[in-house]
């Protein structure tokens, strides 16, 4: 079974600072690796995503970092606000396939004042 | 709000039991997708409809079975339910057949088997 291996597990950073979660993938033929947001009670909803033509993408606060040779991705949430506490899940898929999104197992973070 | 819309938010049910979870998707979207999020294992894909047809199939157990209508509702069925089925059940959906598209969540269906 193809995997994404997402960590760490929960996160604590404190308002202000730089939470960073970091994936890793086996699959080459992967070339889309979106990140989700999800809130207590609500799906999951599309955050951020990358193609690996590009080494980092970046949306206001938040920047995926791509490492192809390394086979890994990373979010970076600059200035972590407690609105940012939330469940955040990393995917990776082939567009040209029918294998689904392969979602991570999810990173728990929390800010505090 | 995303647009998908998912009943019941709350289902309790005993062991052997059958239950129906029933998803619309957003207006237009063709896709439907199905997913289990169980406590530390992620969402796991189980299987995806495209305009009624079955498009692709992750790790559905032989006793669940999913369908998707003319009016591109789609309903999850599972049947001789065990106490490890219990688990958020998202639906999904998306204008695309394939990948590479941002997939758009309800907000679950969360079944508790006892």
């Known amino acids: 079974q193809q995997q994404v291996k997402q960590s760490p597990q929960s996160l604590i950073v404190q308002k202000g600072g730089i939470s960073i979660i970091n994936c890793a993938y086996e699959n080459t033929a992967f070339d889309y690796f979106p990140w989700y947001q999800q809130f207590p009670g609500k799906g999951p909803a599309l955050l951020i995503a990358?193609?690996?033509?590009?080494s980092e993408k970046k949306e206001g606060r938040f920047t995926i970092s791509f490492n192809k040779s390394a086979k890994q991705f990373s979010l970076h949430i600059m200035d972590s606000q407690p609105g940012d506490s939330a469940t955040y899940f990393c995917a990776a898929s082939r567009h040209f396939g029918n294998e689904k999104l392969t979602f991570g197992t999810g990173t728990r973070l929390t800010i505090i004042p | 709000d995303s647009g998908v819309t998912q009943t019941p938010k709350h289902l309790i049910t005993a062991t052997g039991q059958r239950v129906t979870l029933r998803c619309s998707p957003r207006?237009?979207?063709?896709?439907v997708y199905w997913y289990q999020q169980s406590l530390d294992q992620g969402l796991q894909f189980l299987i995806q409809y495209y305009n009624g047809e079955e498009r692709a199939k992750g790790n559905i157990l032989e006793r669940f079975s999913a369908q998707q209508f003319p009016d591109l509702h789609s309903e999850l069925n599972l049947s001789s339910l065990e106490l490890g089925d219990s688990a958020l059940y998202f639906c999904?959906?998306?204008?695309?057949?394939?990948?590479?598209?941002?997939?758009?969540f309800g907000e679950g269906s969360r079944l508790t088997v006892l």
């Open positions: 207006s237009g979207d063709l896709s």
């Open positions: 990358i193609r690996p033509d590009v």
């Open positions: 999904a959906s998306s204008p695309l057949a394939g990948n590479g598209g941002e997939l758009f």
